[in-house]
Structures are given as structure tokens and as C-alpha cells.
């Protein structure tokens, strides 16, 4: 199963993209390869990861995460983050917590 990634990233966070992609990557890679093998042998299963990235008017990080896996929706939400790695991180970590459970 191939796992397609789509961001949406706010205008001033257009320099941070290439972080942002590598930081995604990373969780996929290293973080999620062992709950996502799983999805891997069925000839149906799709993935989407769908992320959106805003800085709001407190200068700090609001997130999306919508994640589509062999039919099943999961989403995600954090503002007011300061960090946009520990960010990211925190919201695949909420995924790995719901893959382990099934």
C-alpha cells in the first residue's frame, strides 16, 4: 500500500515545507512502519494523509491531520503550538496510539 501525502501550508510557512515533508517522512518511516505493514498485503488498502499547517495571530502553530487508511478516517487536531516538529510528532504520535489498539 502506497501512502499518498498531501499539505496545505500557510503562505509565510512555504520555507518550512521541506522540514515539514522530511518531518512527516520520518514519522512514516520510523515511528508508523510497523503498524502500517499491517495495510501492506491487502489489494484494496488506501492511504491519504491530508495535512493542513496555519500560523494564527498569536504567532504560533494550528494542525490538521486527516489520515484515510484502508477505508478508516482518522483526524486530528492541536493549536497554539510552538514547536512545529513537536507538532508533528505528537499528532502521529495519537495515530500509533490508535493503529497498536487494532
Known sequence: ???????????????????????????????????????????????????KVDKNSRDLFDWTLQINIDWESFRYSREDFKKLD???NHLFDHFKEELSNK
Do not use: P, Q
Open 1 to 51: 500500500m502506497e501512502i499518498k501525502v498531501i499539505t496545505h501550508i500557510w503562505d509565510e510557512l512555504k520555507n518550512s515545507k521541506e522540514v515539514i515533508d522530511r518531518i512527516i517522512k520520518e514519522n512514516l518511516d520510523n515511528k508508523l512502519d510497523r503498524y502500517l505493514k499491517k495495510f501492506e498485503n491487502k489489494e484494496d488498502a488506501e492511504g491519504l494523509i491530508d495535512i
Open 86 to 88: 513537536d507538532l508533528i
